[in-house]
């Protein structure tokens, strides 16, 4: 069973910053990619940032330059740093993890966090 954890929501004035981890976790042998996504009542899920196994990195326009995807110190743990936060920022933002391998053998296409609320608003 892989479980996706997602920390560090909440609520920051424009301007602000807020840092978002997850960590998988379930005897996980290898993740493909892990990635940031968010989704705003009505509309559809939309992609933030993405991180390779190899380590590339893509990122949504509105996210360049303000947001930094990056691996944690411990395995299978991707961090989302966000700065010069704006209103349009305000969603739930959803961790996903891409091709994972387990120790059993099995192979997954893709796991999902439960969210994590950003609240950006003065």
């Known amino acids: 069973q892989v479980q996706l954890v997602e920390s560090g929501g909440g609520l920051v004035q424009p301007g602000g910053s807020l840092r978002l981890s997850c960590a998988a976790s379930?005897?996980?042998?290898?993740?493909?990619?892990m990635g940031w996504y968010r989704q705003v009542p009505g509309n559809e899920r939309e992609v933030v940032a993405v991180?390779?196994?190899?380590?590339?990195?893509n990122y949504q326009d509105s996210a360049k330059g303000r947001f930094t995807i990056s691996r944690g110190n411990m395995k299978n743990i991707v961090n989302l740093q966000m700065n010069s936060l704006k209103p349009e920022d305000t969603a739930v933002y959803y961790c996903?993890?891409?091709?994972?391998?387990?120790?059993?053998?099995?192979?997954?296409?893709?796991?999902w966090g439960p969210g994590t609320q950003v609240i950006v608003s003065s």
């Open positions: 996903h993890a891409a091709g994972l391998w387990l120790a059993t053998g099995v192979f997954l296409a893709d796991s």
């Open positions: 379930g005897n996980i042998e290898e993740i493909n990619a």
């Open positions: 991180l390779s196994r190899t380590g590339s990195t």
